[in-house]
């Protein structure tokens, strides 16, 4: 059976221009992107990063808490389909063995309701 955790605390999106690590990083799930030459995406959590201006909170995440192997195919495709039949929208972070999958926060009860109709027991944090 597939199971996941919500996780406990409310993320936000964060554009920068440049970014500077530090200790803080190691405390909380986040990610890191730089697609474009000019700016870096950051997923953190709300008020984590107050630094940054450009901020769009209101996101939920959950984990996955079975191990997926490299050799899976498949399966986030339909983990995400009732995602998309209800047109949600997601952010998502593959890990080493694991996914996570970022939602919009005023969708939290639809999102728990049909992963529960699918099945997958969704556990809070």
Known sequence: MI???ILPLPYSC?????IAI?????EFRC???HISSDSFSVLAPTGSLKEYTDE???WTGLVINNTLDFSISGFLHSFLEPFARNKISVLVISEFDT??????????DKVKAFLQ?????????
């Open 14 to 18: 964060y554009k920068t221009k440049s």
């Open 117 to 125: 109709e699918s099945n997958i027991l969704v556990a809070d944090a």
């Open 22 to 26: 530090d200790q803080r990083w190691h």
């Open 3 to 5: 199971s996941c955790t």
């Open 31 to 33: 990610c890191i992107s």
């Open 56 to 58: 769009q909170p209101g």
């Open 99 to 108: 996914d996570c999958v970022f939602f919009p926060t005023k969708t939290l």
